[in-house]
């Protein structure tokens, strides 16, 4: 699963899509690293590698076989905490698509009140975005062990 699959059905002309870009968060001894942080077009820093977690809309993080506790767990309660309107987990073990909204909470018992989850295949509404992002290439892991995570 590339992050070109979705950063491509994007429109440029009101997003920017960032890869390898940290996120500060300021109640977080780490910067996580999403695989693609949106964000507005004309807001933000231009250069550097720290975005400030007030202006995301949504960061993406796609689960492989070894960050399903990582990405479900942790920086879902990471960035619930950080207020981060959108998280949307790929996930290509289960072939689906989680999108969690509406953050509420503090610290590690910060979480997203909103999910929904679509399976690869289906167009999958990212209403923080305006948009529905199609799904049809996204490829599931032949061999990963399934897990009960959202």
């Not at 994007?10 to 695989?35: F, G, H, K």
């Not at 479900?72 to 619930?80: D, I, L, P, T």
Request: proline share 8%.
């Amino acid at each position: 699963m590339r992050n070109e699959a979705v950063q491509d059905q994007i429109p440029r002309s009101r997003w920017r899509r960032l890869q390898t870009q940290n996120v500060t968060i300021l109640a977080e001894a780490s910067q996580p690293q999403p695989d693609l942080v949106v964000i507005e077009r004309g807001i933000g820093p231009r250069h550097g590698s720290l975005m400030p977690c007030e202006i995301i809309t949504m960061v993406v993080e796609v689960v492989s076989r070894t960050s399903v506790e990582r990405d479900c767990g942790v920086k879902r309660s990471v960035y619930a905490a950080a207020r981060i309107p959108a998280y949307f987990v790929i996930d290509p073990i289960m072939g689906r698509c989680v999108l969690l909204t509406e953050p509420t909470g503090d610290a590690e018992r910060a979480d997203y009140r909103g999910q929904r989850i679509t399976k690869f295949g289906d167009r999958t509404p990212l209403d923080p975005l305006g948009l529905e992002l199609e799904t049809e290439e996204f490829e599931v892991y032949g061999t990963a062990r399934p897990h009960r995570l959202p």
